[in-house]
């Protein structure tokens, strides 16, 4: 099986060591200029890399949709990685065997669900985004794909969700999601005004994505198989734990780490 599991980077940072099977790739190559990246840009072929600040590392995920050849596709990001193990270095990641193995037994394989205990997906989105970028997706949701409302509304009324936009799929779902997830979000885009938004909050398409995978899932039924995800480097755990302080009693807003 041709596996190829990009790892999404705006710099250069230390890589897996199996070339085969972990592809670096360059976000927002079109307006980066640091030629000694030598990573796979994703301003080649077909290629959406100019919206690279508002889609974060969906720009990725579109280059691969449209110009990656291979059994099965994946994302992880240059300091976030899927994983069989919990220790947090870059030698425990999943390797070729293991990801081989869980293919062969579900099609999907996403990092473990991220739990938000006293928040819904959708209050906790609000809290720390603008509220209007999420209300129409539903909407256009609503107009396009009527059939996905159901999910929709059930994830955003969960308090648990697969985020960060890491996956690994077999080519042919992985192909139907990036249709749907584009069709999704390339008409939100058209109808919302983000030229007030802070730099941090003009990722918004990136942001909403992250809820839009498991509305996919729920809605198709997909079975998939969870994995731990590992961070390397220093975690911002008591950053995180006062900002959603500060969200919940409105001192802080719009803030995500």
Request: proline share 3%; aromatic share 12%.
């Amino acid at each position: 099986m041709k596996v190829k599991i990009m790892v999404a980077a705006h710099r250069k940072f230390p890589m897996p060591k199996d070339t085969d099977l972990y592809l670096p790739v360059l976000v927002g190559a079109k307006n980066n200029h640091k030629s000694e990246i030598k990573y796979q840009r994703d301003d080649e072929g077909e290629n959406i890399s100019f919206k690279n600040p508002n889609y974060n590392e969906l720009t990725a995920i579109y280059w691969a949709w449209k110009n990656l050849n291979a059994d099965a596709v994946g994302l992880v990001h240059y300091r976030r990685f899927l994983s069989l193990h919990k220790k947090r270095n870059i030698d425990s990641i999943l390797d070729k065997e293991e990801v081989e193995n869980l293919l062969e037994k579900v099609p999907i394989i996403l990092p473990k669900q991220r739990n938000y205990y006293i928040e819904t997906n959708y209050s906790h989105y609000v809290h720390a985004h603008h509220e209007k970028p999420l209300d129409m997706t539903r909407k256009i949701i609503e107009e396009k794909h009527p059939e996905y409302v159901k999910s929709f509304d059930k994830i955003m009324h969960k308090k648990k969700a697969h985020m960060f936009n890491m996956f690994i799929m077999k080519q042919d779902l992985f192909s139907e999601y990036a249709k749907w997830l584009f069709s999704v979000l390339f008409e939100v885009e058209k109808r919302i005004d983000i030229n007030n938004y802070s730099v941090q909050e003009t990722r918004v398409f990136g942001y909403v994505s992250e809820l839009l995978l498991d509305v996919w899932i729920d809605k198709n039924h997909y079975s998939y198989v969870e994995t731990n995800w590992i961070q390397l480097g220093k975690k911002q755990t008591v950053k995180k734990i006062l900002s959603f302080i500060g969200r919940k009693v409105g001192f802080v807003k719009q803030t995500h780490f």
